[in-house]
């Protein structure tokens, strides 16, 4: 934390601990919905910042929930998975090195995990079967490697490929949710 003009500014490390997420807090349809459509906001600008920035971009947070992620995925473990989900897109808002993008991020990042949480529950169904379950893991990982290369390696579409993602995910969780009442769980 740090001070500046009458304000305290948060770090971008403060965006990574979930110790004081509350983890029964249930989420609406709305909710969910308006939280999808400030998430893409601020992704798509945080790419965009990232990829046209004149300075090296400090990518160790986002290097090291995709790592979280890869190793979560190799356990089955869906909590871990929905964490590092969560610090892996808020990493990117982080990256940007932008103190309000930053801020914003803060004061959503329950939010964040929230949203992850009930999209992993879908995504990462639970099945009886093991490889079922790994390829669960599989489809919803697919998406974090190939953002991650293009990250890393500075490709100029991973802004589109973000986009693209974004709108199918959305859309396959709409629909998922058209079945389910206006209250969603985050258990």
Same mark, same amino acid.
Request: hydrophobic share 35%; glycine share 4%.
């Given at each position: 934390?740090?001070?500046?003009?009458?304000?305290?500014?948060?770090?971008?490390?403060?965006?990574?601990?979930?110790?004081?997420?509350?983890?029964?807090?249930?989420?609406?349809k709305?909710?969910?919905?308006?939280?999808?459509?400030?998430?893409?906001?601020?992704?798509?600008?945080?790419?965009?910042?990232?990829?046209?920035?004149?300075?090296?971009?400090?990518l160790?947070?986002?290097?090291?929930?995709?790592?979280?992620?890869?190793?979560?995925? !190799?356990?089955?473990?869906?909590?871990?998975?929905?964490?590092?989900?969560?610090?892996?897109?808020?990493?990117?808002?982080? $990256?940007?090195?932008?103190?309000?993008?930053?801020?914003?991020? #803060?004061?959503? !990042?329950?939010?964040?995990?929230?949203?992850?949480?009930? /999209?992993?529950?879908?995504?990462?169904?639970?099945?009886?079967? #093991?490889?079922?379950?790994?390829?669960?893991?599989?489809?919803?990982?697919?998406?974090?490697?190939?953002?991650?290369?293009?990250?890393?390696?500075? $490709?100029e579409? /991973?802004?589109?490929?973000?986009?693209?993602?974004?709108?199918?995910?959305?859309?396959?969780? /709409?629909?998922?949710?058209?079945?389910?009442?206006?209250?969603? /769980?985050?258990?």
């Open positions: 934390m740090r001070c500046g003009k009458g304000s305290y500014v948060l770090g971008a490390e403060e965006l990574f601990d979930f110790s004081e997420v509350n983890f029964t807090l249930e989420m609406t709305k909710e969910f919905q308006d939280i999808s459509v400030l998430r893409e906001m601020l992704e798509e600008k945080a790419l965009e910042l990232i990829i046209t920035s004149k300075e090296p971009v400090d160790k947070y986002f290097s090291a929930a995709y790592q979280g992620l890869v190793e979560a995925t !190799k356990a089955l473990d869906a909590e871990q998975y929905t964490i590092y989900d969560a610090k892996f897109h808020l990493s990117l808002i982080a $990256a940007t090195g932008n103190d309000k993008l930053i801020q914003i991020a #803060q004061i959503f !990042k329950n939010d964040f995990y929230l949203f992850q949480h009930e /999209s992993n529950k879908f995504l990462l169904r639970n099945s009886e079967d #093991q490889e079922k379950q790994r390829e669960h893991f599989r489809e919803a990982m697919s998406y974090h490697d190939q953002l991650h290369e293009a990250i890393t390696s500075g $490709a579409e /991973s802004v589109d490929l973000q986009k693209r993602f974004f709108a199918r995910n959305f859309t396959r969780l /709409s629909y998922y949710y058209k079945k389910e009442d206006d209250g969603l /769980s985050t258990r």
